[in-house]
């Protein structure tokens, strides 16, 4: 028999037979897991399962490749936050639908765990939210291997007067370096580098930039699917938050 335990934040769970339900967790040092938790469906357990809960987990198996079973402690919930918060419902549901999609099953990436915790502790306060999802999303495409390196002009060297990214690349250029090519350019807001206000107007500019790349190039190294639909409602809630 195989077993471990750690912490673990759930990214989602679906009904399995009568009374259980599957359910997929970040771990702590061992990436994303799944697991058949019995009496999942309950009414006891259903609250403990909503994504974004901190929850301890046990995992045991016969075999290693086995899906296993989890016996999941509620750590912490975060669904008051989220309740009757248009944005930080969006968000969680944006940060749970890309973590299940892009993260590997069973590869630990222990630093994107910190951030994302950190992230998701963050909910409710609308104020700082949108740029703190700003950086966790850079954060991402790092850990993914699709970070951007906006430090220096990828043509020049120098680094003043960056303005776009190289959609090959991942690479700032500078307004001269660009040229002719500047309408082929992705736009390089100034928030992405920690610079300027972080205005909801800024912040959606910015994730349209690091939205290219998680498309292009994230979701697309896995095959032909798609970017959840709750990263474009995180997008249209953080709009409609700088409009009231």
Not at 179 to 197: N, S
Request: glycine share 10%; aromatic share 6%.
């Amino acid at each position: 028999m195989i077993e471990w335990s750690d912490d673990a934040v759930v990214l989602a769970a679906r009904p399995f037979g009568e009374s259980s339900a599957i359910v997929d967790v970040f771990a702590a040092t061992r990436g994303r897991q799944a697991g058949v938790v019995r009496g999942g469906a309950s009414r006891k357990m259903t609250p403990v399962l909503q994504p974004g809960a901190q929850v301890s987990v046990a995992w045991k198996a016969r075999l290693d490749e086995h899906l296993g079973a989890f016996t999941v402690e509620p750590v912490r919930s975060r669904a008051a936050a989220a309740m009757g918060d248009r944005l930080a419902l969006a968000g969680l549901n944006a940060v749970c639908g890309l973590l299940t999609m892009v993260l590997p099953e069973r590869e630990a990436h222990d630093p994107l765990y910190d951030r994302t915790v950190a992230l998701l502790d963050l909910l409710g306060q609308s104020d700082i939210w949108p740029l703190a999802y700003l950086r966790w999303e850079q954060a991402l495409l790092e850990e993914m291997g699709f970070g951007l390196d906006l430090s220096a002009c990828a043509v020049r060297g120098v680094n003043e007067d960056l303005v776009y990214v190289s959609p090959k690349s991942g690479r700032a250029v500078s307004r001269q370096a660009a040229g002719e090519w500047a309408d082929r350019m992705l736009p390089l807001p100034p928030v992405l580098v920690g610079q300027g206000e972080a205005t909801s107007v800024n912040v959606v500019d910015a994730l349209g930039t690091t939205g290219y790349f998680v498309e292009h190039r994230l979701v697309k190294s896995l095959g032909d699917r798609a970017v959840p639909i709750a990263r474009q409602r995180l997008i249209d809630a953080i709009k409609r938050y700088g409009d009231d």
